[in-house]
């Protein structure tokens, strides 16, 4: 289980990584803080990750108080506009099948929510939000 924000971040990114490229898919994965630099015509993926609030889940002594940090994952799937839905539709049951109902290094992922975007600047675009949290003690 992760003790710190960055261990959960990695855990969730090497996941993501590992499932990806297990499955054979070569579309460009673009990580927080990065540019895309996709192939003319090519699709790619955009990972964020963001805690967005933490609570207090058991109390004691210290090394006993269990925090539990939740977030999200958001998964840009970005294909070429004008190819219709279908496409970026399979990315996104891709995108999906990688963290929903998952637990990972002591991250446990709920269920995943695809929300349309539309087209913009050449790309039609669909948004992956699965939940996650994690517990450690302090």
């Known amino acids: 289980m992760p003790e710190t924000f960055a261990a959960a971040a990695n855990a969730i990114r090497s ?15 673009v990580y927080d803080n990065q540019t895309a630099t996709p ?3 090519a699709a790619y993926v955009a990972l964020l990750i963001q805690v967005a609030t933490s ?4 109390l004691g ?12 994952v958001s998964v840009d ?3 070429p506009v004008d190819q219709g839905d ?3 539709q399979a990315l996104v049951d891709v995108v999906a099948t990688i963290f929903e109902l ?3 290094s002591g991250v446990e992922f709920g269920a995943a929510l695809p929300v349309r975007v539309g087209p913009r600047d050449g790309w039609y675009t669909q948004r992956v939000i699965v939940p996650f949290y994690w517990d450690h003690f302090r």
Do not use: C, D, K
């Open 55 to 58: 609570t207090i889940t058991g």
């Open 102 to 104: 998952r637990s990972v």
């Open 39 to 41: 192939a003319l015509g």
């Open 15 to 29: 996941h993501f990584a590992t499932e990806w490229q297990g499955l054979g898919r070569t579309e460009q994965v």
């Open 77 to 79: 799937v970005h294909t």
């Open 86 to 88: 279908g496409p970026n």
């Open 61 to 72: 002594g210290a090394g006993n108080r269990r925090v539990r940090p939740r977030g999200l």
